[in-house]
């Protein structure tokens, strides 16, 4: 696949994420084409008609229209952002069976149409939904992943440069595994400035007692769930992660972005999707960086592989 600056993408699901994503797309001039797929295909029509509506008054022209699962055969991405908003106080993993019988409904079509590129799952719970549709489509992983913990990392990042004054542009920080409660945080390769947080703390003593890295952990899990009881919906956030993952697609920055991939082998775990630090570029999911991990670290992320391993199981079984 050659690296392209901009070229068509599909959205199924014209719901608030997916709207957010080709708000979000349009802005950043990273598709020529959007369209959008919908279940309600009045509501896909008129998402497309308000985004073309916003078009006149950018300084580049595109095409916003609805359309059908035709439209992915010559796609370069696909975005998987279907599904029913999460509710107050509902987990994602609580969201898998309807997620799941969703899904079933969409994967034949789309695979009907000889869709080849690269499909980029948001619908959650997010690890397991974007490996059921992998093997179903029987891609590659480097074609179908999930934004995985990249939301977690950049609120991770939000969160150190409230505590610091540091741009968060200045702070290298991810979490792992998967994008849910058992997601963890591998605190060995935090940076801030280039600088290890613990030798960052021992020039800055002042900010040791708020860098509490469980509290902080804690804080991001939730981080969703209080969007959603006060809002409703996550919409924003994510919507800026689909653009840059799709930017690194691309333009074939090679950037490193923890997505949600297949695991073989990596971190000793196999079989089993998890959000991973990858290299991203014009074939998708380019490279599987193995950062070294501490033992707890290890412990955490196989701890959470097996929960992510469980729902897996569950899928292949529907």
Same mark, same amino acid.
């Given at each position: 696949?050659?690296?392209?600056?901009?070229?068509?993408?599909?959205?199924?699901?014209?719901?608030?994420?997916?709207?957010?994503?080709?708000?979000?797309?349009?802005?950043? &001039?990273?598709?020529?084409?959007?369209?959008?797929?919908?279940?309600?295909?009045?509501?896909?029509?008129?998402?497309?008609?308000?985004?073309?509506?916003?078009?006149?008054?950018?300084?580049?022209?595109?095409?916003?229209?609805?359309?059908?699962?035709?439209?992915?055969?010559?796609?370069?991405?696909?975005?998987?952002?279907?599904?029913?908003?999460?509710?107050?106080?509902?987990?994602?993993?609580?969201?898998?069976?309807?997620?799941?019988?969703?899904?079933?409904?969409?994967?034949?079509?789309?695979?009907?149409?000889?869709?080849?590129?690269?499909?980029?799952?948001?619908?959650?719970?997010?690890?397991?939904?974007?490996?059921?549709?992998?093997?179903?489509?029987?891609?590659?992983?480097?074609?179908?992943?999930?934004? &995985?913990?990249?939301?977690?990392?950049?609120?991770?990042?939000?969160?150190?440069?409230?505590?610091?004054?540091?741009?968060?542009?200045?702070?290298?920080?991810?979490?792992?595994? @998967?994008?849910?409660?058992?997601?963890?945080?591998?605190?060995?390769?935090?940076?801030?400035?280039?600088?290890?947080?613990?030798?960052?703390?021992?020039?800055?003593?002042?900010?040791?007692?708020?860098?509490?890295?469980?509290?902080?952990?804690?804080?991001?899990?939730?981080?969703?769930?209080?969007?959603?009881?006060?809002? &409703?919906?996550?919409?924003?956030?994510?919507?800026?992660?689909?653009?840059?993952?799709?930017?690194?697609?691309?333009?074939?920055?090679?950037?490193?972005?923890?997505?949600?991939?297949?695991? @073989?082998?990596?971190?000793?775990?196999?079989?089993?999707?998890?959000?991973?630090?990858?290299?991203?570029?014009?074939?998708?999911?380019?490279?599987?960086?193995?950062?070294?991990?501490? @033992?707890?670290?290890?412990?955490?992320?196989?701890?959470?592989?097996?929960?992510?391993?469980?729902?897996?199981?569950?899928?292949?079984?529907?």
């Amino acid at each position: 696949m050659k690296a392209i600056k901009n070229g068509k993408i599909v959205i199924i699901g014209a719901g608030h994420v997916g709207s957010h994503c080709g708000l979000s797309l349009m802005m950043q &001039g990273l598709a020529t084409e959007i369209v959008y797929i919908d279940i309600d295909k009045n509501k896909a029509a008129m998402q497309a008609l308000d985004l073309d509506d916003m078009a006149s008054n950018l300084d580049r022209d595109f095409t916003v229209r609805d359309g059908d699962y035709s439209d992915c055969a010559d796609a370069h991405i696909v975005v998987m952002a279907a599904g029913k908003s999460r509710l107050s106080g509902q987990t994602r993993l609580d969201m898998f069976d309807d997620s799941i019988k969703m899904m079933n409904t969409i994967v034949g079509p789309l695979k009907e149409s000889g869709f080849h590129g690269i499909l980029i799952s948001i619908s959650n719970p997010a690890d397991i939904i974007a490996d059921f549709l992998r093997k179903r489509l029987g891609l590659s992983r480097s074609q179908v992943f999930s934004t &995985g913990t990249s939301l977690d990392s950049a609120r991770l990042r939000r969160m150190l440069s409230e505590i610091t004054g540091v741009s968060r542009h200045s702070i290298q920080a991810y979490c792992m595994g @998967e994008h849910g409660d058992s997601q963890f945080i591998p605190v060995s390769h935090i940076q801030i400035g280039g600088i290890p947080v613990k030798e960052y703390l021992s020039i800055h003593p002042e900010y040791r007692d708020k860098m509490d890295f469980d509290k902080i952990s804690a804080e991001d899990k939730v981080c969703g769930f209080h969007i959603v009881e006060g809002k &409703g919906c996550t919409e924003f956030g994510i919507g800026a992660v689909l653009s840059n993952i799709t930017r690194a697609v691309m333009h074939d920055e090679k950037r490193i972005i923890p997505v949600s991939v297949l695991l @073989e082998g990596e971190y000793g775990e196999q079989g089993v999707p998890a959000g991973v630090p990858c290299v991203i570029g014009k074939n998708g999911v380019e490279e599987i960086l193995e950062i070294s991990l501490t @033992e707890k670290e290890k412990e955490q992320l196989h701890n959470s592989c097996n929960v992510i391993r469980g729902f897996v199981e569950k899928a292949d079984q529907m």
